[in-house]
């Protein structure tokens, strides 16, 4: 059996370009690691299945399954697996944990099936898995151009606490695609907040929080019924410079230390509400409370 992590991301910046001419959109963002993990386990086994500690997640949909069966395909293998995922990622939260599974997996069954893949092969799978599951091949701090799906890897961020709150709030089936599609031409930016933050990591300079970008923020008080009531409450306990984590509808705030972050963790958590306390981490590295 062999057991990994596969972590979270938030973007730091993410720009919509503009639509493209195969319906997806072109993307400007930088992506970053955080320390909230899913753990995957692999063994072999008769065919390919899957378990999880949720069970609407057992699904011919899930994409660690869809990653497994890509590889068994290029492979032109005939070995099976059982994925067992305990999560610990929250769902359908915009924080990535579907496409990092699904790197998690590429990876595991590389190493399990003796595959000796590169991790260009890797890479062109996982961008047929989905638009971030490249990304968590290389995890860190990088640039994610295209679709999300061509990463380069930027100088690591500063290692920062961050305080995630994951709103109550119900997600509507296809929320990305719906995001997107309520998006028009003024939204879309030119990629230099993306080009800005770029520069300032390899400047190794500071990188205040007043430079990340969403474009969803735009229109996610609108696909996302009551988040604008939970952005002032997050903003009344004391969080400051919020944005959406991805696609949502889970907000983040960056913490100047981790005494902060824990008060604003504390006070969320003494209101029912479901919040998370994470180091940002580097490539190969983890941390966190």
């Known amino acids: 059996m062999l057991t990994v992590s596969a972590y979270a991301k938030i973007n730091l910046t993410l720009e919509v370009l503009g639509r493209r001419s195969d319906g997806y959109h072109e993307v400007a963002t930088v992506l970053q690691e955080i320390a909230i993990k899913d753990t995957l386990s692999f063994e072999e086994h008769c065919g390919i299945s899957l378990d999880c500690d ?30 067992s995922i305990k999560k610990g990622i929250p769902i359908a939260a915009g924080l990535g944990g579907a496409a990092s599974d699904a790197a ?32 968590f091949l290389y995890g860190g701090t990088a640039l994610g151009e295209g679709r999300g799906e061509r990463i380069t890897p930027l100088p690591p961020l500063p290692t920062s606490w961050v305080v995630l709150f994951r709103p109550p709030i119900e997600v509507p089936p296809g929320k990305t695609e719906s995001l997107y599609a309520s998006l028009n031409p003024s939204h879309f930016t ?93 490539a190969d590295k983890s941390g966190g409370t």
Do not use: C
């Open 104 to 135: 998690a997996t590429l990876r595991a069954l590389n190493e399990l099936w003796e595959l000796g893949f590169s991790l260009d092969q890797l890479l062109l799978l996982a961008s047929r898995v989905s638009s971030d599951t490249a990304f």
């Open 190 to 282: 030119d990629g230099q907040l993306t080009e800005r933050m770029v520069e300032l990591l390899y400047q190794r300079g500071e990188i205040s929080p007043s430079f990340f970008f969403n474009a969803f923020e735009r229109v996610a008080f609108t696909a996302f019924q009551r988040l604008e009531g939970y952005w002032q409450r997050f903003l009344a306990l004391g969080a400051d410079n919020i944005h959406l984590a991805g696609s949502g509808p889970t907000l983040f705030t960056m913490v100047s230390d981790k005494p902060h972050g824990e008060g604003l963790y504390r006070s969320l958590k003494r209101e029912g509400l479901e919040a998370y306390l994470v180091q940002t981490i580097e």
């Open 54 to 83: 949720y069970p609407s997640l057992k699904s011919p949909q899930n994409l660690a399954l869809k990653a497994a069966r890509l590889l068994q395909e290029a492979a032109k293998s005939r070995k099976g697996v059982l994925i």
